[in-house]
């Protein structure tokens, strides 16, 4: 073995990060424990700081350290639209966008079989049912255009196909969910006027 | 702020690795806390373990467990050369390859004004001290040629000028420093047998 039993445990952990392959995280761990393991001390409190305090707001799965969501908590925020986001950070740029004045629900993903993404996991059925509160009339999908993503369009709006609710798309075509706090405000503003209602196609 | 206060601390610990900058710090972060909390626990337990664990040899710098690394505390190896590498993953794969029956110094670095790193971070000092023990003839250089490392060699060359002891370098000319454990041990066998005896300059 080229490292010490401890020094390959944090090599291997830092690999399951996104794109960090084993180079990189060897170079992470080197150098954390060669000169920066007030980094390390760091990130490592920082870690369970997070894991303990952070979790899904049981209403939105928005990401919260309180009961429920600044948004959810808000009595003011019109509870009759949802905007169905794939990713916290998509919820985060609609929010600085200011441009929106409805209730979240955050999908933390987009279905994809492959990598073990089902219904569930993106907690579709906590979706139905809090459409089924009856202060929700419309679901509003705001989700690019990914083969994933169109897929996952296309389920959620069947699940609502004898709701009697109106399911709207926003056209994010040109924004890749996952990066919509990188969008200019009068983007996101623009192409939230610019919805349209998907139509049910009736057997 | 578009994350609750713990997540902008681990959006910001994170970006303290090399070669991760805001965007990937977040994807992390928010991959952690949306779908791997395992992976994330996992992280900070081998984070926090390798950090408590992990400490530098006090003869040579090697990242060990014990007392005193594997290397020095092996009496079978000779104690007449050091081989002088700028990463512990340097020596892994000078080690890989089983042609060096020496002792190794470890600098974690080479000069490098401009980030602060300096003769004592590099731990010169303990290698000149290590270098007087009596045992030691020979200081082989296995340093790389960019810059940096150039000006390291020449460096260490002049603290051993009037000591008597032979100073060698490898020619590993093609090979980058902190990448050995990727070199082939052949061409890493035969870049030992090449080494040559850097001469000093006599005022």
């Known amino acids: 073995m080229a490292f010490t039993p401890a020094t390959e445990k944090l090599i291997q952990a830092l690999q399951a990060l996104p794109g960090v392959g084993v180079?990189?995280?060897?170079?992470?761990?080197?150098?954390?424990?060669?000169?920066?393991?007030?980094?390390?001390?760091r990130l490592s409190s920082a870690l369970s700081d997070a894991l303990t305090l952070v979790h899904k707001c049981p209403q939105c799965r928005t990401l919260t350290e309180d009961d429920l969501c600044g948004v959810c908590a808000n009595p003011d925020r019109d509870a009759s639209v949802i905007c169905v986001?794939?990713?916290?950070?998509?919820?985060?740029?609609?929010?600085?966008?200011?441009?929106?004045q409805g209730r979240y629900f955050v999908l933390h993903g987009?279905?994809?079989?492959?990598d073990g993404i089902?219904?569930?996991?993106?907690g579709l059925v906590e979706l139905v049912e809090l459409a089924r509160s009856g202060?929700?009339?419309?679901?509003?999908?705001?989700?690019?255009?990914?083969?994933?993503?169109?897929?996952?369009?296309?389920?959620i709006k069947e699940q609502f196909k004898e709701s009697g609710l109106t399911v709207t798309r926003v056209p994010f075509h040109q924004m890749k969910s996952g990066a919509l706090d990188?969008?200019?405000?009068?983007?996101?503003?623009?192409?939230?006027?610019?919805?349209?209602?998907l139509g049910f196609e009736h057997d």
Do not use: C
Not at 95 to 100: D, L, R
Not at 110 to 114: A, D, M, N, Y
Not at 139 to 144: G, N, S
């Open 23 to 41: 180079r990189s995280a060897q170079r992470m761990a080197l150098q954390l424990l060669e000169r920066e393991p007030e980094t390390g001390q």
């Open 85 to 100: 986001v794939a990713s916290d950070v998509d919820r985060a740029g609609i929010e600085m966008s200011a441009a929106f």
């Open 110 to 114: 987009v279905l994809s079989p492959i």
């Open 118 to 122: 089902g219904p569930e996991t993106l």
């Open 135 to 155: 202060e929700v009339s419309e679901i509003m999908l705001a989700l690019d255009d990914r083969l994933e993503s169109e897929a996952t369009v296309h389920f």
């Open 182 to 197: 990188q969008a200019d405000s009068r983007v996101i503003e623009q192409a939230l006027t610019q919805k349209q209602t």
